[in-house]
C-alpha cells in the first residue's frame, strides 16, 4: 500500500537470485538524488508522480534507495504536542523506515531481497512488499572512523532542553566510540569556531571539555559550520577510515547562504570526495526539507530526535553500528507481469524516482546504505482476475563503497504466494508495515485507500499487541491522538 523504508518479517519465503559483479563508470553523480521538483518521466514517457500505473505502458518501477526516518520522528512530536503534521513534511517511506522488520540478513556485504504480499479485502487488489536488507557489522571489527560533528549553537537553538540533549547525546557518543576513532567538534551561530580539531578518542576529556563549552549565541549560519566542517573533515581525511561530517541542527539558517542549490551544491561535492553525511533534527520548529535535502546530496541520511531516548538510540546505538557503509548509490528496479498485473501503486519516494534507464547508469545517484539497514517498498497491485504466475521481479543495484564495482541481486514473487487476506493471514511485520503506511498517507492526503483513522486504530491496536513492540504499541496511541487533532 506504499512504498517505504524499513525492516522485514523473518521466517517469510523469498526466492533470491545471486549477485554477479558488474562493471562500474566510476563516475560521480551529475545531479541530487532529492529535488524539490516534479520528478522526471520514466522510460515509459508518463510522469513519475502519477498515483496508479497501468501494467501494459509502465511495466517498470524505478528508485533510489531510502533509509531516512526523520519525517516519522518530526511527526510523531508535533501529534503529541496537538498539532497536525504539514503535509510536505510527510515521507511514507520514512515513517516504515523507523520501524523493525526482521529481515533475514545476507551471508556477505551485499543484499537479501525478500518479497511477500497478501490479498486486500476487494479481492482483485493485494499488497506486495520488497524488502532489501544488509549485513549488520561487530562494532570491534569496523574500520576507523574520522567523526566531524557540526553543531547549531544559534539562537533559534535556545529552546528549552533543546542543546541540552545535543550535548547530552555527544557525550554518551564519546563513551561508545573506540580508540582508533577520531573527533573533532565545530559549532556555528553567526560565524562557526571550531572547538576541537581532529581529537583522538584516547584523549576523551578533551573532547568531553569542548562539549562543555557549547553555548547559545546568535544567527544560524549554516552555510559557515558545513563549510568549517567540510574543511575539519578533509583536513584529516583518512583513506582507510570511515569519514562522515554529523550536523545536528533545526534547519533553520538564516544567514549565510540561504539558497538551497548553494548548500547542497557544497555538500554534494564534499560526498563525491567520500565524506558523508548525517544530519541530525532537533526542535519544535524544524527545518524538515533542507535537512533531508542536504543528507541525500551529502550520500547520508536524516534522522531526528526530541527525547533523551530518542538520542540515546542513535547516538549510543545506532551510530557506533552503523558509521561504516555497505552500499553506495543503492538502486531499486521492480519489473511487473503485465499478463497477472494489471496495475500497480507505489506510494512513497516520489522525490527518489529514476527512470528505467538510470538504473544502470552509475553516474546516476542512488542511496547509501549502512550495515544492518532494510529498505521496505510497499505496492498496491490491481490483478488480474483468475491470472496465475509471477507477479513481479525485484532487483537491487549497488556499488561496493571503496572500490566502485557494482553488484546486482534479484528476488521475485509468485501469485500463489500472497497470503490470501492481509488482515487475517498474512505476517505481522507487514500488516504493521500496512498500517503505518497508511497513516502516513492518511495524515498527507486525509485518505488512505480506504481506511479511516478508527480502522486503522483498531488495526493498531491489534498489532501492538500481537507484535509485543513499543514502537506499535505508540503507533496506537499516535492514531489515537490524530483522532483528537484532527
Known amino acids: 500500500m506504499a512504498a517505504c523504508g524499513g525492516g522485514s518479517s523473518g521466517g517469510e519465503s523469498a526466492t533470491s537470485g545471486q549477485k554477479a559483479p558488474l562493471s562500474s563508470q566510476n563516475e560521480q553523480p551529475a545531479v541530487p538524488r532529492k529535488s524539490s521538483k516534479p520528478a522526471q518521466a520514466d522510460a515509459e514517457g508518463k510522469d513519475q508522480d502519477e498515483s496508479e500505473r497501468d501494467t501494459t505502458t509502465a511495466q517498470i518501477s524505478t528508485f533510489a534507495l531510502d533509509v531516512d526516518t526523520a519525517s516519522y520522528g518530526y511527526a510523531r512530536r508535533t501529534l503529541q504536542e496537538g498539532r497536525w503534521p504539514e ?101 556555528f551561530s553567526d560565524q562557526a569556531t571550531v572547538l576541537a580539531s581532529m581529537t583522538p578518542l584516547t584523549a576523551r576529556n578533551e573532547l568531553s571539555h569542548a562539549i562543555d563549552q557549547l553555548t547559545i549565541a546568535g544567527g544560524t549560519n549554516l552555510e559557515a559550520g558545513l563549510v568549517t566542517g567540510y574543511q575539519q573533515a578533509s583536513q584529516s581525511f583518512r583513506p582507510a577510515a570511515t569519514n562522515r561530517v554529523i550536523v545536528l541542527s533545526d534547519g533553520l539558517a538564516n544567514q549565510g547562504s540561504t539558497q538551497w542549490q548553494a548548500l547542497l551544491d557544497r555538500v554534494k561535492e564534499y560526498a563525491g570526495k567520500q565524506v558523508t553525511l548525517l544530519t541530525v533534527g532537533v526542535g519544535r520548529e524544524y527545518g524538515d526539507e533542507l535537512m533531508e535535502q542536504l543528507a541525500d546530496n551529502g550520500d547520508g541520511m536524516a534522522v531526528y530526535i526530541s527525547s533523551e531516548e530518542e538520542a540515546a538510540k542513535v547516538f549510543a546505538t545506532q551510530l557506533p553500528a552503523n558509521i561504516e557503509l555497505r552500499a553506495r548509490d543503492a538502486k531499486a528496479q521492480v519489473v511487473f507481469n503485465p499478463a497477472v498485473v494489471e496495475s500497480y501503486r507505489l506510494i512513497g519516494y516520489e522525490n527518489r524516482a529514476l527512470t528505467t ?35 513481479a521481479q525485484a532487483t537491487v543495484r549497488w556499488q561496493d563503497p571503496d572500490t566502485r564495482g557494482a553488484s546486482e541481486v534479484s528476488g521475485s514473487l509468485q501469485s500463489g504466494d500472497l497470503a490470501a487476506s492481509v488482515w487475517d493471514k498474512a505476517p505481522i511485520r507487514l ?27 483498531e488495526h493498531a491496536s491489534r498489532l501492538a499487541s500481537a507484535a509485543e513492540d513499543p514502537m506499535v504499541s505508540e503507533l496506537a496511541t499516535l492514531i489515537e491522538r490524530a483522532k483528537s487533532v484532527g
Open 87 to 187: 503535509p510536505g513534511e510527510i515521507r511514507p517511506e520514512e515513517w516504515v523506515n523507523a520501524f523493525r522488520q526482521d529481515y533475514p540478513q545476507p551471508p556477505d556485504d551485499g543484499f537479501a531481497v525478500h518479497v511477500d504480499g497478501a490479498k486486500l479485502p476487494s479481492g482483485d487488489e493485494a499488497v506486495m512488499r520488497v524488502g532489501l536488507q544488509t549485513r549488520a557489522s561487530d562494532a570491534a571489527e569496523r574500520r576507523p572512523a574520522n567523526l566531524t560533528f557540526v553543531v547549531d549553537v544559534s539562537g533559534s537553538m535556545a529552546e528549552a532542553g533543546r542543546l541540552d540533549l545535543v550535548k547530552a547525546a555527544l557525550q554518551k557518543l564519546l563513551t561508545q566510540l573506540a580508540p582508533g576513532d577520531q573527533v573533532s567538534i565545530v559549532s
Open 431 to 457: 500488516q504493521v508495515d500496512v498500517v503505518v503506511a497508511a497513516f502516513a498517507v492518511y495524515m498527507r492526503d486525509r485518505e488512505a485507500f480506504g481506511l479511516d483513522l478508527p480502522t486503522l486504530g
Open 357 to 391: 534507464e538510470e538504473f544502470r547508469d552509475d553516474s546516476r545517484d542512488g542511496g547509501e546504505i549502512g550495515p544492518g539497514h532494510s529498505v521496505t517498498a510497499l505496492y498496491s497491485i490491481k490483478l488480474k482476475p483468475g491470472a496465475n504466475g509471477q507477479l
